[in-house]
């Protein structure tokens, strides 16, 4: 028997629009949850809010912009309005850059660290109130370079290591009030993330690049992360490589960063 009931509770996903916020859209509403996408993109979280309510679920998209604050609070205000509160908020939304440090302007990777730390703090300080009068639950989908290096991902892997720290701290301030807080850490998955990478000038790279190892999909991604949330866990480590690379950097790093190189200079080297 599960820790955590899904059916009846309010779920609020960020970066809702695609890949892995949409599927998780679809699977916590098919166990009877109440979903609201928030992406910038309103048109492609109307797209996934469709979807869900055509399978008879109830869902609801909402345009969100999670650097800034007031349109986090709107967000927030309009599931309160519609459904009384929120119960789970799972801050998904992120972005990423494919460029070496040296060759990237500052601005790219401030933007970077704003929308993966700053959204999901911001989101979680406009959701606070609700989380801990409902006993809720935060989920903060991070990435293997949130514990581990890698390479041309400067300010993406400073964002997700900073996620873990903050989240993982956050948990024990919020074990008093019976609110929980799981830590997801993926691999590479289909989710089109590196596709819209930014170059070092900002501007969306659009071209294609072999992942390492076998990609996830988002399906599996969302049912792994809801069997998760269900058993109350505190982290999920998604695949294979991700669990290799948390060993492997832990007890070996100098092995670790000649293989990281070794699999992902050559696109740095044709820039």
């Not at 070496?100 to 959204?119: C, Q, S, Y």
């Not at 294609?208 to 399906?219: L, S």
């Given at each position: 028997?599960?820790?955590?009931?899904?059916?009846?509770?309010?779920?609020?996903?960020?970066?809702?629009?695609?890949?892995?916020?949409?599927?998780?859209?679809?699977?916590?509403?098919?166990?009877?949850?109440?979903?609201?996408?928030?992406?910038?993109?309103?048109?492609?979280?109307?797209?996934?809010?469709?979807?869900?309510?055509?399978?008879?679920?109830?869902?609801?998209?909402?345009?969100?912009?999670?650097?800034?604050?007031?349109?986090?609070?709107?967000?927030?205000?309009?599931?309160?309005?519609?459904?009384?509160?929120?119960?789970?908020?799972?801050?998904?939304?992120?972005?990423?850059?494919?460029?070496?440090?040296?060759?990237?302007?500052?601005?790219?990777?401030?933007?970077?660290?704003?929308?993966?730390?700053?959204?999901?703090?911001?989101?979680?300080?406009?959701?606070?109130?609700?989380?801990?009068?409902?006993?809720?639950?935060?989920?903060?989908?991070?990435?293997?370079?949130?514990?581990?290096?890698?390479?041309?991902?400067?300010?993406?892997?400073?964002?997700?290591?900073?996620?873990s720290g903050f989240f993982s701290t956050l948990r024990a301030e919020l074990a008093p009030h019976g609110v929980s807080v799981l830590m997801v850490y993926p691999a590479f998955t289909?989710?089109?993330?590196?596709?819209?990478?930014?170059?070092?000038?900002?501007?969306?790279?659009?071209s294609d690049r072999k992942p390492v190892g076998k990609q996830m999909t988002p399906e599996f991604v969302a049912k792994a992360i809801l069997a998760a949330a269900e058993a109350d866990?505190?982290?999920?480590?998604?695949?294979?490589?991700?669990?290799?690379?948390?060993?492997?950097?832990?007890?070996?790093?100098?092995?670790?960063?000649?293989?990281?190189?070794?699999?992902?200079?050559?696109?740095?080297?044709?820039?």
């Amino acid at each position: 028997m599960s820790k955590r009931s899904v059916s009846g509770k309010v779920v609020v996903i960020t970066g809702g629009g695609g890949g892995i916020g949409a599927a998780l859209g679809e699977v916590w509403a098919a166990k009877g949850a109440k979903v609201a996408l928030l992406d910038l993109n309103l048109e492609a979280a109307q797209a996934a809010a469709d979807k869900v309510t055509a399978a008879g679920h109830e869902a609801m998209a909402l345009s969100c912009n999670v650097c800034d604050a007031d349109s986090r609070v709107a967000a927030i205000s309009a599931v309160q309005e519609r459904w009384g509160g929120v119960d789970v908020l799972i801050n998904n939304a992120g972005i990423t850059h494919r460029s070496l440090f040296a060759d990237t302007e500052d601005r790219v990777l401030a933007k970077v660290i704003e929308v993966n730390l700053f959204g999901a703090i911001g989101c979680t300080r406009a959701a606070w109130s609700d989380l801990i009068a409902r006993k809720g639950q935060i989920i903060a989908i991070s990435s293997v370079a949130g514990f581990a290096p890698l390479l041309g991902r400067t300010a993406y892997a400073a964002s997700k290591h900073a996620m873990s720290g903050f989240f993982s701290t956050l948990r024990a301030e919020l074990a008093p009030h019976g609110v929980s807080v799981l830590m997801v850490y993926p691999a590479f998955t289909d989710t089109g993330l590196d596709k819209s990478a930014l170059d070092k000038s900002g501007e969306a790279m659009n071209s294609d690049r072999k992942p390492v190892g076998k990609q996830m999909t988002p399906e599996f991604v969302a049912k792994a992360i809801l069997a998760a949330a269900e058993a109350d866990r505190r982290e999920l480590l998604l695949s294979p490589v991700a669990k290799a690379s948390r060993w492997l950097w832990r007890f070996t790093p100098r092995l670790y960063e000649r293989m990281m190189v070794r699999s992902q200079q050559a696109e740095f080297d044709a820039q």
